[in-house]
């Protein structure tokens, strides 16, 4: 019954460090997603996969980088982490890429100093 | 693009009352418009959705309503209860779940 699982939940960096956030699903989905949460903003998706080996810009993907080698799992990657990628990320996944039900995992806090 | 307004930001109601979030569209070609639900700490969940040809859907306490002329569609809870405290999101779409556009969210509060 795991869903959509992000490692790891909490994660302080300096500025200029890099880091991955792990995403795993367990649904068979084909369409995985990356968002982020800033407060009074809502969720902007970073990137997405449509399919397994595939992945495409969203609306703010500058400073981020992903990788769908496996169909269960999304990375997103911050090669030189800054202040503004301070934010809450959300993983999500769907069945295809029209329309439905997003599944979320349950967040990564990330800060950096 | 796609822009989403969501009203009020914040929204207190006693417990037993009922409460409802607006939102606004710009993009007449949207045609999907889900709400989902994040409690604290957790992701954002689906509560409820409605699609173009469709003016309300109903879901227990909970209803949706779409106004396509005016580009509006709003959430409705009634005889809320403690446990629909949470931010609530709104969000449109013309197609994709890529294209899948969110409101700013509400922090909706149920007093006991």
């Known amino acids: 019954n795991a869903g959509v699982t992000q490692t790891p939940k909490f994660q302080v960096l300096k500025t200029g460090q890099s880091m991955t956030l792990q995403c795993a699903q367990d649904m068979n989905h084909n369409s995985m997603y990356w968002y982020r949460q800033d407060p009074g903003m809502g969720l902007r998706l970073i990137y997405y996969s449509a399919s397994e080996g595939t992945t495409d810009k969203g609306e703010v993907p500058d400073g981020y980088n992903v990788s769908r080698l496996k169909k269960q799992n999304f990375l997103l990657g911050l090669e030189s982490a800054a202040p503004s990628q301070t934010s809450v990320y959300f993983c999500?996944?769907?069945?295809?890429?029209?329309?439905?039900?997003?599944?979320f995992g349950e967040g990564s806090r990330l800060t950096v100093l | 693009g796609e822009n989403v307004e969501q009203h009020p930001s914040t929204l207190s109601v006693q417990e037993g009352d009922s409460a409802v979030i607006k939102c606004t569209y710009s993009?007449?070609?949207?045609?999907?418009f889900p709400w989902y639900k994040q409690e604290l700490g957790k992701g954002p969940q689906l509560i409820i959705d409605i699609r173009s040809n469709v003016g309300e859907k109903k879901d227990q306490r909970i209803a949706v309503t779409l106004n396509k002329t005016a580009k509006h569609f709003s959430l409705h809870i009634t005889e809320t209860q403690p446990e629909d405290s949470a931010v609530y999101f709104c969000?449109?779409?013309?197609?994709?779940?890529?294209?899948?556009?969110f409101g700013s969210g509400t922090q909706l509060t149920v007093l006991p």
């Open positions: 999500a996944s769907t069945q295809g890429v029209n329309t439905g039900e997003l599944f």
């Open positions: 993009d007449s070609a949207s045609n999907y």
């Open positions: 969000a449109a779409s013309a197609g994709s779940a890529r294209q899948l556009t």
